[in-house]
């Protein structure tokens, strides 16, 4: 393989795929399984993508027996994630209680990827979240925000076009909130990372349990993983299944 083709693919490991994420419309497709699932799961994706990021993990999760939905988040474009995270939490709790009560949706588990994890967990911490979410597992999330988001910074215009980026350099204000409020003891977490990810370096994304934090984990995948390949990975499906296996029968017992 020539070494223009060896960056290609290391680029769009990180990245992703044009043809495939980027030039996808944001157009949700119905395939009527909300509601009518034991489990259903909820995928939020990341900074500058879209829906269609998800395509390879909702299909393996619907053949799994999960029912599966996700959202059109909007931004630049309308199609791009660029909108601010506290505006998107919002968003997001508007979102899910309008389908909770068309398809009489309790609950669900929740998978969010880079900056949707950040979202999923402002939406838990501070937009009632909690009520609806039986667990969450986030990929390649900077939890301590990630020195890359200055790249995003300066190419949206220093914060002209998007406060995405400053919300999630290392230190940030929303950053340091949501390490500091404590995270629901009764939703699971589980932060799964690669030091393949260069978009997120590993050490971002390591959460950091306080005494007694037991539901917070961390999940380090033992090869190398780019930033968007995190959500079509076979070893990182394998790791959210067992996720979402011991989430689901930790709710099964709770019941």
């Known amino acids: 393989m020539s070494l223009a083709s060896r960056s290609y693919r290391y680029l769009r490991g990180q990245l992703g795929s044009i043809r495939g994420v980027y030039a996808q419309g944001n157009s949700v497709v119905r395939h009527g399984d909300l509601g009518r699932r034991e489990q259903t799961v909820l995928l939020l994706h990341g900074f500058m993508q879209t829906r269609a990021v998800w395509q390879v993990m909702e299909d393996r999760l619907r053949y799994d027996g999960y029912g599966v939905f996700s959202f059109n988040l909007g931004g630049l474009f309308y199609r791009f994630n660029t909108r601010s995270?506290?505006?998107?939490?919002e968003v997001?709790?508007?979102?899910?209680?309008?389908?909770?009560?068309?398809?009489?949706?309790?609950s669900f588990h929740v998978i969010?990827?880079?900056k949707g994890g950040l979202v999923a967990r402002h939406w838990v911490q501070h937009h009632g979240g909690d009520r609806r979410v039986r667990s969450l597992a986030t990929l390649g999330t900077p939890h301590h925000g990630t020195p890359t988001a200055l790249l995003g910074w300066v190419l949206l215009g220093g914060g002209l076009l998007s406060r995405s980026p400053s919300q999630m350099l290392p230190g940030s204000r929303l950053v340091r909130r949501l390490a500091r409020d404590t995270f629901p003891a009764h939703i699971p977490l589980t932060s799964i990372y690669s030091r393949g990810d260069l978009v997120c370096p590993y050490w971002a994304?390591?959460?950091?349990?306080?005494?007694?934090e037991t539901s917070?984990?961390?999940?380090?995948?033992?090869?190398?993983?780019?930033?968007?390949?995190?959500v079509h990975d076979p070893g990182v499906y394998r790791v959210v299944q067992a996720h979402l296996a011991g989430a689901s029968e930790l709710w099964r017992q709770r019941r």
Do not use: F, W
């Open 112 to 114: 969010g990827h880079s």
């Open 205 to 212: 994304s390591i959460l950091r349990p306080r005494q007694g």
């Open 85 to 89: 995270i506290g505006e998107l939490s």
């Open 92 to 106: 997001i709790a508007q979102k899910v209680e309008g389908i909770c009560e068309r398809y009489d949706l309790e």
């Open 216 to 230: 917070l984990q961390n999940h380090e995948m033992a090869h190398s993983v780019g930033h968007t390949e995190l």
